[in-house]
């Protein structure tokens, strides 16, 4: 990777999930590679989930551990430092947690002052401490734009023209502040989670996320994202907000920086392998949803039995399940073992989206799955659960990108009969060959590494250009 001009001090002080952490990481290590240092933070527990620093970056990359306020911790789960530590209503905890950093993060911005720090959804108190210090920032989303188009409501910005969304319903479609035509929205199930997700029930607290003062105060916007998949939406970012937008791109597998390949010649891998390679290319369907999700034993049933009723060989990533009681239904396991393999363990997902015996992913939509998918071409059959998730489904659905299961609109439930159906539209029906080219399509333009270097080039370019006059 070449390097680029002046050296730079870049921090990074994500949200306490670690589905926004490792993209961070994978960055903090392209940056350093280009001779960039980087300093990046989060909390004693989260840091040490993270992968080793490649030797040769060791001198570029600091890990800074700021740990939780002992008041702070005594509302959440022992050791709970992250979104994957908690269930969903204890989210006002994490969020007062990571609010309690405040304190440490500016000593540390102090001792050390570095150029920019790049900063998340959470922290909407970062962008006027940063100033005080003279540093500057960029707000960094892990997901596409279209998220904060679609759910900030930029009255700051627009006005009246946003005045109008006041109701649950208002999110059953696109807001009015987005001229051009798109299917976005969210079903009348999420919506209902939306609410509940923002206060605990038992204690009536409520989260404190202030998205519009984060979204809104920064110097400039990144996304983890490029034109070629949503040109239209960071165009409307920029004209809301009247601020740059500059895309890293998608930090494309065959960008990010890996220490050596262990798992070439581990035994769980040539396992998996030696399956995969007496299958037909384009066949099978592999499915994993991801670090964090955990099915309830309905979804669970009806997703199985759809897999059997699909007949088609599939490779099921299926974490152990937190709750021990939820599992397979009986005799499942037989049934399909002469098609179908159930792994209840962490998988490298990079070596079995890349093999070519995948035809179909079948994903909950996790921003890191999706770009690894649409990486190698592969058709998505999408099950989202979380609210960003959703957005994608919508978004990639209507680009032909991938197939959303069919779900009941005030529930959220789905059936065995729509799963087997959404997975042979995807890889076998003559009717799903237009969702096979796009994808084909896409992962041509997600795996061209000069194309996403370029974009973390011009991103750099951006960052030296405004560099703080009073630190040249
Ligand atoms: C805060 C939340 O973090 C979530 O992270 P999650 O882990 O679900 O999803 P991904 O971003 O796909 O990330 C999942 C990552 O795990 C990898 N993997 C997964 C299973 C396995 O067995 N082996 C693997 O290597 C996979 O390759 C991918 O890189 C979502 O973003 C969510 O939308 C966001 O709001």
Known sequence: MAKTDKQLHIAMFPWLAMGHIYPNFELAKIFAQKGHSITLISTPRNIGRLPQVPSHLEHLIKLVSLPILPKHRENLPDNAESSNDITPNQIPYLKMAYDGLQESLSQLLKSSPPDWILYDFASEWLPPLARSLQVQCVFFGISPAWNICFFDTPKAQLGNAAAFRTKPEDYLRPPQWVPFHSNIGLKP????????????????????????????????????????????WLNLLAEIYKKPVAPVGVIPPSCQVRVVDEEDNNTEWLKIKSWLDKQQPGSVVYIAFGSELELGQQDLTELALGLELSGLP??????????????????????????????????????????ESIGVYF???????????????????????LLDQALFARVLEEKKLG????????????????????????????????????????????????RHEEYINKFLERLQNNKAPSKN
Not at 369 to 379: A, M, P
Request: proline share 3%; hydrophobic share 35%; glycine share 8%.
């Open 189 to 232: 199930y999420e919506v209902k989670k939306m609410f509940e997700g923002i206060s605990d029930k038992e204690t009536g607290n409520t989260v404190s996320f202030n998205f519009n003062k984060a979204v809104s105060d920064c110097d400039f916007f990144s996304f983890r994202s490029c034109n070629e998949l949503e040109s239209e």
């Open 314 to 355: 599939f490779f099921w990533a299926l974490k152990k399940q937190r709750d021990s009681s939820v599992d397979l239904p009986d005799g499942f396991q037989d049934r399909i073992s002469d098609r179908g393999v159930v792994c209840k363990d962490w998988v490298p997902q990079l070596k079995i989206l890349a093999h």
């Open 363 to 385: 994903t909950h939509c996790g921003p890191g799955s999706v770009i690894e998918g649409l990486h190698f071409g592969r058709v998505l059959v999408m099950l989202p659960y």
């Open 403 to 450: 197939i959303e299961i069919p779900r009941n609109e005030e529930d959220g439930s789905f059936t065995r009969n729509s799963v087997a159906k959404s997975l042979r539209l995807a890889l076998i029906d003559v009717e799903g060959s237009i969702y096979r080219e796009k994808a084909k399509k896409m992962g041509l333009l997600f795996s061209d590494k000069d």
